[in-house]
């Protein structure tokens, strides 16, 4: 009984190290797709678009909603510590965590190209509203904050295209099942 408990151990063990690798390497990856793939947009408050999307789904589609979480959370609020977006950091934890979040909860209950689709409608819309509650806080304003709502759509539909064409092989690729997630 003590042997099998042992070796029981070290298999949670074994999981548990294999998935904090991923989501660090999934937390990595957003934070050099948005810091090193981006455009800064000459209009509103000159925001970005960038890649750090496409990790952030890829890690909440393949890994489910814990590696999600932490890719969106930590990956991009990192990249608002160390570049000058330092003020938009509380927002992005808990906007861009609540994306992986949701997106990888749909994904582990229910699996399809449609509901592929609808979670990245329900990624959008978290972005979408996070934002702009926080830039409505912020700038004292309900009407400015409007402006970045070009990019933020811009951002999410550039990473779900290439998600949506990728994720069905890279699932294949690397024999990722449900049941995994």
Same mark, same amino acid.
């Given at each position: ?26 937390? *990595? ?5 948005? *810091? ?19 990790? =952030? ?22 990249? +608002? ?35 592929? =689709?609808?979670?990245? *409608? #329900? ?22 904050? #409007? $402006? ?11 990473? *779900? ?11 294949? $690729? ?5 049941? +995994?997630?």
């Amino acid at each position: 009984m003590a042997e099998q408990t042992g070796s029981t151990i070290h298999k949670k063990q074994k999981l548990t190290i294999r998935e904090i690798a991923v989501t660090a390497v999934f937390i *990595a990856l957003t934070y050099v797709f948005t *810091a090193f793939v981006n455009v800064k947009l000459p209009f509103g408050y000159g925001g970005l678009i960038h890649l750090g999307n496409i990790p =952030l789904m890829l890690a909440a589609f393949l890994y489910g909603k814990r590696t999600g979480f932490f890719a969106g959370a930590l990956g991009m609020t990192l990249f +608002d510590l160390m570049s000058g977006w330092t003020i938009y950091a509380p927002c992005t934890f808990l906007t861009c965590g609540l994306m992986g979040l949701a997106g990888g909860w749909l994904i582990e209950k229910k699996s399809g190209f449609g509901y592929k =689709l609808l979670a990245v *409608a #329900l990624m959008l819309v978290i972005k979408l509203a996070g934002y702009y509650i926080f830039e409505a806080i912020f700038y004292h304003n309900l009407i400015e904050p #409007l $402006a970045s709502v070009p990019g933020n759509i811009l951002q999410v539909v550039l990473a *779900a295209v290439p998600v949506l064409v990728l994720i069905t092989p890279l699932q294949r $690729a690397l024999k990722i099942k449900k049941s +995994d997630i």
